[in-house]
């Protein structure tokens, strides 16, 4: 049975955590909206390793690129949580 997107997700992190640890991606990926050429491979491999194949492949890595900059802008966010009455 082929991973979720979260499971992805959750892959190609650990699989770009060294190189992340490096440089922050996190700004960069939010002022974008995109992810760098070896984040891309990355995810392809990824997805490709969990059985998807052809047309599937494209939406899959869609939908993981999408949950990874999810993720980072989740991260970026410093606003002030509001205090609730």
Known sequence: ???????????VMAA???AWDKSDPTTAAVVAG????????????????AGFAGQAVEEM??????????????MADDMPVAASS
Do not use: N
């Not at 049975?1 to 892959?11: G, I």
């Not at 995810?43 to 490709?48: A, D, F, G, K, Y």
């Not at 890595?61 to 989740?74: D, I, M, N, P």
């Open 61 to 74: 890595v869609g939908r993981v690129t999408a949950r990874l900059l999810g993720k980072f802008e989740a």
């Open 34 to 49: 995109t992810l760098g050429a070896d984040d891309e491979k990355a995810i392809r491999r990824v997805v490709e390793e």
């Open 1 to 11: 049975m082929p991973a979720t997107v979260q499971e992805m997700a959750e892959k």
């Open 16 to 18: 770009r955590e060294r």
